[in-house]
């Protein structure tokens, strides 16, 4: 079963975002919200992934605009 929750709490410190979509698929998380965050560096245009700000978290970036997390639930 899928919950969706939107959200604007202060998860990665997005508590300045409108807008974010979690979704829990049994054990997962799935984190989505716009990336308002300025990269001292040139990202790739398409995706670019990196470890997350926490264990076992995985960040996705899409078309340098969206910022896609995923985790376990807690």
């Keep these: 079963m899928t919950n969706l929750t939107i959200t604007s709490d202060?998860?990665?410190g997005m508590e300045s975002t409108?807008?974010?979509?979690?979704l829990r698929f049994g054990k997962r998380e799935l984190?989505?919200?716009r990336d308002y965050y300025k990269r001292l560096?040139?990202?790739n245009p398409l995706i670019e992934c990196s470890a997350g700000v926490q264990p076992g978290?995985?960040?996705i970036l899409l078309l340098r605009?969206?910022?896609v997390v995923m985790s376990k639930a807690h």
């Excluded at 409108?18 to 979690?22: A, H």
């Design 41 to 43: 560096y040139k990202s």
């Design 18 to 22: 409108p807008t974010s979509i979690l």
């Design 31 to 33: 984190f989505i919200c």
């Design 57 to 59: 978290h995985l960040q």
């Design 10 to 12: 202060s998860l990665y």
């Design 65 to 67: 605009r969206w910022l």
